[in-house]
């Protein structure tokens, strides 16, 4: 609950309540964290979900898997990590039920990574997704299933694959460039 929350506490950054919450293991910490993105990742489900009810079980999905996701995993920028994390679980579960796919451009701009991330986003695309990581070279293939399919974060993949942190966002970001370009081409066939 909100008002029992101190101001301490409240006026944390959120790199500080993350860093507590994993010394501590203190829920108020993951309380605060919640007040202040259950909204946005509520947002992030109805873009992709279009459904009331299952964005609510999205929110409360995310946030029960926070806890244990927080202590597995170094988290640089959480509103960013929050999204990616929400927006992959969506995704997911849109896969798996065969959800048709349906992007509404109704989400503020705070909560998208860019432009360019709706534009990649059709049925279509969804489905020729597979094909167009398999065009990648090796290293943005790598790079880009750790990130965006095992959530990895940048400084994870930096140790599994002997990378520098430079290279991995330079192979991330380019890979994300070759897939948008194969999407784009693909879909305009």
């Not at 609950?1 to 506490?9: I, N």
């Not at 203190?26 to 990742?41: A, K, P, Q, T, W």
């Not at 995704?91 to 534009?119: F, M, Q």
């Not at 940048?154 to 948008?180: A, C, D, M, P």
Request: contains cysteine; negative net charge; aromatic residues 10%.
């Amino acid at each position: 609950m909100r008002f029992l929350r101190s101001k301490k506490v409240i006026n944390m950054e959120d790199a500080a309540l993350v860093d507590a919450f994993k010394k501590s293991g203190d829920g108020e910490y993951l309380g605060v964290l919640f007040d202040r993105y259950s909204h946005l990742v509520f947002a992030v489900s109805m873009k992709y979900l279009h459904n009331e009810e299952e964005s609510k079980d999205v929110v409360m999905h995310i946030f029960e898997k926070l806890a244990a996701d927080l202590k597995k995993y170094q988290v640089d920028n959480f509103s960013h990590w929050l999204y990616v994390i929400t927006r992959n679980h969506c995704l997911r579960l849109l896969r798996n039920k065969s959800y048709p796919v349906h992007i509404t451009d109704d989400i503020p701009a705070a909560v998208e990574n860019t432009d360019e991330e709706a534009a990649l986003i059709s049925d279509r695309m969804l489905s020729n997704l597979d094909e167009a990581v398999s065009t990648l070279n090796e290293v943005q293939q790598k790079c880009i299933k750790l990130f965006y399919f095992e959530e990895k974060s940048y400084k994870e993949i930096e140790s599994l694959t002997g990378f520098t942190y430079k290279e991995v966002k330079t192979h991330i970001q380019n890979g994300k460039r070759n897939l948008r370009i194969f999407l784009l081409k693909k879909d305009h066939d």
